[in-house]
């Protein structure tokens, strides 16, 4: 449909990406994500009430956070295998019955190691909607644009798909804090299995699903070792630090609001890092192309690292949403350009 077989066939517009997903993609997959955004938030905010240990919280809220950093390249590669649709519709399913489950054991004598495997689990079984929402872009885009146009509709659509992973992170906890002191901490856990049921599912069975980029072939399929090639691990590792600081983050934040009186409301607070992170992840479309991927890195790495010197330095609530604000500027730069590094080298 979009062939360029005279001269005079026009280069496909930003507008073809659209035309390609649908209307109702976008919206579908930002809100697919909020489950995962809700849930670490969420686990913390419910074991912390449940059990009135934030120790034990933060453990169940990192090993929540742990599952999908082991689990996730795996269920990538099963996505690559058997396709998305059956890999999330599955994974989605699993995931939304064992938030339903935490949210009883929780506030049941289950032991504490209980809880603590049914946290991994649940983040083991997190659908991976963000990474496979950009695999289906980047197929798109290699389908539709020509090769020198594709790396600069690429770059911003990353740019987009980091600030769509930001925004779910601003309203995620959002969302979490609202339910939490409305309807209890239970509510956010059982708020993000519904969402997951109903969101994650049309993610599963949008028709975006089947995509692959122009040049796939079963035939070529690079076996799963491939992912843990250096090239492929560096920007891994970087989003597995992402993910440790955001963990040890909001754990910190659940304590320092819990010293104020008022831990429910700690994931308020924690969206105020995504709005300065969305900000600039949609900047990052307009840097120019000499600023590099690792002058970006750098740079913005620099930013983010200052500003959890910070964190530890803050004496009220004020200082610490000013200060949360300047570590989203650092954390979405990072983010975007980990993504693109990742979409070049992954096999």
């Known amino acids: 449909m979009y062939t360029s077989a005279t001269p005079k066939t026009p280069a496909p517009s930003p507008a073809s990406l659209l035309r390609q997903t649908g209307a109702g ?18 686990v913390l905010t419910l074991v912390v009430a ?3 240990t934030i120790a034990l919280g933060g453990a ?43 949210a009883w054991l929780a506030f049941s004598p289950a032991p504490t190691s209980t809880l603590l495997v049914i946290a991994f689990l649940i983040g083991a079984s997190t659908p991976q909607v963000a990474p496979l929402s950009r695999s289906r872009l980047v197929g798109i885009i290699t389908r539709v644009y020509p090769r020198p146009r594709a790396a600069r509709v690429l770059n911003g659509t990353m ?32 708020g993000a299995a519904v969402l997951a049921v109903v969101f994650v599912t049309a993610f599963a069975l949008h028709p975006t699903a089947t995509v692959r980029a122009a040049d796939a072939a079963p035939a070529s399929r690079a076996p799963v070792r491939e992912l ?21 983050a909001l754990t910190a934040l659940t304590a320092f609001m819990a010293e104020r009186g008022a831990p429910e409301q700690a994931g308020l607070v924690y969206g105020a890092m ?10 990052v479309a307009l840097f120019p192309a000499r600023f590099t991927l690792a002058a970006r890195w750098t740079t913005f790495g620099a930013v983010l690292a200052a500003g959890a010197i910070a964190l530890g330095l803050v004496t009220s609530v004020a200082g610490m949403l000013v200060t949360l604000l300047v570590v989203g500027i650092g954390i979405g730069p990072t983010l975007v350009t980990m993504y693109t590094l990742a979409a070049g080298r992954a096999p």
Not at 228 to 248: E, I, K, N, Q, Y
């Open 25 to 42: 993609y976008f919206p579908i997959a930002l809100i697919a994500r909020l489950p995962f955004a809700m849930m670490v938030v969420g």
């Open 50 to 52: 449940a059990r009135d």
């Open 60 to 102: 169940t809220s990192a090993l929540t956070g742990l599952g999908p950093a082991l689990i996730g390249p795996l269920l990538g590669a099963a996505a690559d295998k058997y396709g998305q649709r059956p890999v999330v519709l599955i994974a989605g399913l699993v995931n939304s019955g064992l938030l339903a489950l935490i």
């Open 159 to 190: 740019a987009y798909e980091s600030a769509a992973d930001e925004m779910a992170f601003v309203f995620g906890p959002v969302v979490v804090g609202l339910l939490a002191t409305t309807a209890g901490p239970t509510a956010p856990v059982v």
């Open 228 to 248: 843990f090639r250096f090239g492929v691990l560096v920007p891994v590792a970087g989003t597995l630090g992402m993910g440790l600081f955001f963990g040890s």
């Open 274 to 283: 995504g709005l300065g992170s969305a900000a600039l992840a949609l900047a």
